[in-house]
């Protein structure tokens, strides 16, 4: 192998292992016809995937990259890494404050979530509140004008 191609090359394989994989799903010992219609069909359909990913937002990796899943990582770190410690004879098992902050911080995470829902329903029905007075004060001055209208007649 020239040395050029050696050194650009890419240190492990993960990337020709996962195109041959999903180049197989599509089928093997095809006809060269075959095989670039069946690429053809693949490119696109992973092109529209792609494009949908980014149209919604979706990760493209299927994790779930949340505030609230990573807090959740961080607690069960932080639990399976205590349990560690606490396995361990020669050292004293300690509770650090940084373990209590992201425990609080996370509830108080949640109960401001809840609280922030709870304002933006009461948001919601004062403006339905809103939206029928000002419909009714619509229809009042409607009212008023059909009856000055018939006055006249």
């Not at 599509?26 to 060269?32: F, V």
């Not at 690429?39 to 949908?52: E, G, M, Q, R, S």
């Not at 899943?69 to 932080?78: D, F, V, Y």
Request: contains cysteine.
């Amino acid at each position: 192998m020239d040395t050029e191609v050696w050194n650009k090359a890419s240190d492990n394989t993960n990337v020709a292992e996962a195109s041959h994989a999903n180049i197989n799903h599509e089928g093997k010992a095809l006809s060269l016809e075959n095989a670039i219609l069946k690429a053809k069909y693949y490119d696109k359909y992973h092109f529209a995937i792609c494009n949908i990913q980014d149209k919604y937002r979706i990760s493209k990796s299927g994790k779930n990259h949340s505030i609230l899943m990573h807090e959740k990582q961080a607690i069960k770190r932080l639990v399976h890494n205590s349990q560690k410690t606490k396995r361990r004879i020669n050292k004293p098992t300690k509770v650090s404050k940084k373990v209590k902050v992201d425990i609080d911080s996370t509830q108080d995470m949640k109960s401001n979530l809840e609280m922030q829902e709870k304002q933006l329903a009461i948001k919601k029905q004062k403006l339905e509140l809103e939206e029928r007075k000002v419909h009714l004060e619509h229809e009042k001055l409607e009212i008023i004008k059909l009856k000055k209208e018939l006055e006249c007649e």
